[in-house]
């Protein structure tokens, strides 16, 4: 049964950082395409950030410089590094992976297993 658990939300104030993490289980991380998204209130979700199957990652232009996504294999868990963070990076985060077919479309790629999500709460 595939699973995805993210953790690390919480408040901060503008300049901070944070670091989300999301542990899978069911399927192995390093094999597959994995993501983490956003949404806010009343706001469409959004790609913050992929990884691929061989390490290659794409971020959006909005974090590019502040995030970065990464992955621990043995711990079968994916990460968010925030830095930097900005109010409008206050968002419900959430983490993504698709099992078969890698990343074929970047940060447009269509994930079929999601986490419940975590806040992140940027104050100025």
């Known amino acids: 049964q595939v699973q995805l658990a993210e953790s690390g939300g919480g408040s901060v104030q503008a300049g901070g950082s944070l670091r989300l993490s999301c542990v899978a289980s069911g399927f192995t991380v390093s094999r597959n395409c994995m993501g983490w998204f956003r949404q806010a209130p009343g706001k469409e979700r959004e790609a913050v950030a992929v990884i691929y199957q061989y390490e290659y990652s794409r971020h959006a232009d909005s974090v590019k410089g502040r995030f970065t996504i990464s992955r621990d294999n043995a711990k079968n868990t994916l990460y968010l590094q925030m830095n930097n963070l900005k109010p409008e990076d206050t968002s419900m985060y959430y983490c993504?992976?698709?099992?078969?077919?890698?990343?074929?479309?970047?940060?447009?790629?269509?994930?079929?297993?999601w986490g419940q999500g975590t806040q992140v709460t940027v104050s100025v």
């Open positions: 993504a992976a698709k099992l078969s077919d890698g990343c074929d479309s970047g940060l447009e790629t269509v994930f079929g297993y």
